[in-house]
Nanobody, 114 residues
Framework: QVQLVESGGGLVQPGGSLRLSCTASTKIIIIETMGWYRQAPGKQRELVAQVSGAGATIYADSVKGRFTISRDNAQNTMYLQMNSLKPDDTAVYYC????????WGQGTQVTVSS
């Protein structure tokens, strides 16, 4: 299993921006897909965005046009740029490595509030 460490969460006002990072403890193989999930209190964990090794991306409808997922394989790191944040984006955000080495990070809290 791979250790994934998220960072970049925090408290931000509505309309603000945050950038989350997810760094892996070992080299990420380029064919491996990575993704960001989130879980709000009382709700199920949901997929926010994912990016394949080839760079193909998928976004949840609720974040399209506001969030951008990217990865830097050389740095074993994935990012989530979050703009125009809304209170409904408040959640714990988790990164995930898909596939045979399926792994999850410990999560980072994002709170959007005035």
């Amino acid at each position: 299993q791979v250790q994934l460490v998220e960072s970049g969460g925090g408290l931000v006002q509505p309309g603000g921006s945050l950038r989350l990072s997810c760094t892996a403890s070992t080299k990420i193989i380029i064919i491996e897909t990575m993704g960001w999930y989130r879980q709000a209190p009382g709700k199920q964990r949901e997929l926010v965005a994912q990016v394949s090794g080839a760079g193909a991306t998928i976004y949840a409808d609720s974040v399209k046009g506001r969030f951008t997922i990217s990865r830097d394989n050389a740095q074993n790191t994935m990012y989530l740029q979050m703009n125009s944040l809304k209170p409904d984006d408040t959640a714990v955000y988790y990164c995930r490595l898909f596939g045979r080495r399926d792994s999850w990070g410990q999560g980072t809290q994002v709170t959007v509030s005035s």
